[in-house]
């Protein structure tokens, strides 16, 4: 499993792009694989101006399709399509004490909208979102949420904790820890998705009534 997977999720951390000198992460997340799913990150305008652009050209041309963050175990994340990320920016007030900053996030557009064509879809939350039972409960109602958005399947809201147990059994739901950011990970394009519903109505472990 990539490095970024395995760090502590909720320490705060400030960590230098390597290959984008100027730029600094505060909170990153990786599938499984070390594809960027998130990024957030600050820098003046040039330096994330550059960055941009970086992303969207050919390697031979100066472009960058991974990059380096520096910290425990250095971290490496690949930029896979860039076309799939969505990008967001904000700016400081120039009277702060480092300046005007950019605050640059790039996020995988499943974060945006379920891809219902190959349902799959990315739910992401804050780690401190699930440290408390409102917290936990709010989520599991957001994760919820975003199944019956992405499946295809007609499955009742009674239906809840059995399915996502079974779900998450079977791998079709993923939790993935990042720095300061973790997600849910929605691939319910398995064609045995159907066949484990079935199963669990058979089995009378999904009613009508719950």
């Known amino acids: 499993m990539n490095t970024l997977n395995q760090r502590d999720a909720t320490r705060p951390v400030l960590m230098p792009i390597l290959d984008a000198p100027g730029l600094f992460a505060d909170a990153v997340l ?3 694989g070390g594809n960027l799913l998130f990024l957030s990150l600050w820098g003046r ?3 994330v101006q550059e960055f941009r652009a970086r992303l969207s ?3 031979r041309e100066g472009g960058l399709d991974n990059f380096r963050l520096d910290g425990d175990g250095a971290p490496f994340v690949q930029v896979g399509n860039p076309e799939r990320l969505v990008t967001d920016s904000g700016r400081t007030p120039p009277q702060m004490i480092f300046g005007s900053l ?7 557009r499943l974060a945006v909208e379920p891809d219902r064509a190959n349902r799959r879809a990315l739910l992401l939350y804050r780690p401190e979102d699930a440290s408390t039972p409102q917290g936990k409960a ?22 809840r904790d059995t399915v996502l147990d079974a779900f998450e059994a079977a791998g079709w739901i993923k939790t993935l820890q990042g720095v300061g950011l973790a997600a849910y990970a929605l691939d319910l394009g398995d064609d ?19």
């Open 57 to 59: 050209l050919p390697v």
């Open 138 to 159: 709010s989520l599991s109602h957001r994760l919820w949420s975003q199944v019956t958005e992405t499946c295809h399947l007609p499955i009742l809201p009674e239906w």
């Open 30 to 32: 990786t599938d499984e």
């Open 192 to 210: 045995a998705v159907e066949t484990v519903v079935s199963q669990l109505i058979r089995e009378r472990r999904l009613t009508a009534t719950g």
């Open 102 to 108: 950019v605050h640059l996030w790039l996020y995988d």
């Open 45 to 47: 305008d040039t330096a």
